[in-house]
């Protein structure tokens, strides 16, 4: 089945319709109030810079239960240590700055682009996108941001790190200091899968995003 383009209405095709990638539409605005409608869906955006806007819903889904975090004994060493400081929603601009310009091994160039950046942005002014800062005194050495539907589910959306285990940190003491059911990674990274993530299938995934609570 071909991967169909958005027309002007605010609607996704089934999910069912997405490849085998996870990959389910292509086009449409990137508004706030698509890009929200995508997550109450089960959906994210995700394109480099020079694509048109891509629109998936893998299948199995990578996810983290909180309940089976996986703590490293480095790991209790640096939380032991108060090294790091973790707050939320202290800085979110520079978080998503620092996410996009940080480089990565396995890419070429950015997918938060200046658009992205805009309507993250506007959703954190809504309530609904969220950023975890980890500091060094007043520096900031780490960090990720995401967005939060209701008080079940957390979707992280990236993550950088200036210090090794800076974003790790974070993470680990974000986790802990939340009640979430469920922490959405979308896509597989070993990095992740060392903290404890699984795949679970999409059908299953969806269970965690009704009702939708907006915050």
């Known amino acids: 089945m071909a991967v169909r383009w958005l027309k002007d209405t605010m609607l996704f095709p089934p999910l069912v319709e997405a490849n085998s990638d996870g990959l389910l539409a292509f086009g449409g605005d990137l508004s706030s109030e698509r890009v929200l409608l995508a997550y109450e869906n089960g959906i994210f955006p995700w394109y480099e810079t020079g ?26 060493k640096l939380l ?75 979707s992280g959306e990236s993550m950088f ?20 059911k469920l922490i959405d990674c979308q896509v597989y990274s070993s990095h992740l899968e060392s903290l404890g993530a699984e795949q679970i299938s999409r059908s299953d995934f969806m269970q965690y995003l009704k009702p939708t609570k907006k915050i």
């Open 161 to 180: 790190s200036y210090v090794s285990n800076a974003s790790k940190i974070g993470l680990i003491k974000f986790i802990q200091m939340s009640k979430f």
């Open 51 to 76: 694509q048109p806007t891509m629109w998936w819903s893998p299948d199995p889904r990578f996810v983290l239960y909180p309940y089976k975090l996986k703590i490293s004994n480095s790991s209790k």
């Open 80 to 154: 032991k240590s108060n090294k790091f400081k973790v707050t939320i929603n202290h800085n979110f601009n520079d978080v998503i700055l620092a996410c996009a310009k940080i480089k990565r091994a396995s890419q070429t160039g950015t997918w938060i682009n200046d658009k992205m950046i805009d309507v993250y942005c506007e959703l954190n002014q809504l309530g609904l996108a969220k950023s975890i800062e980890v500091w060094v005194d007043d520096d900031l050495v780490g960090g990720f941001y995401g967005v939060q539907l209701n008080d079940t589910i957390f």
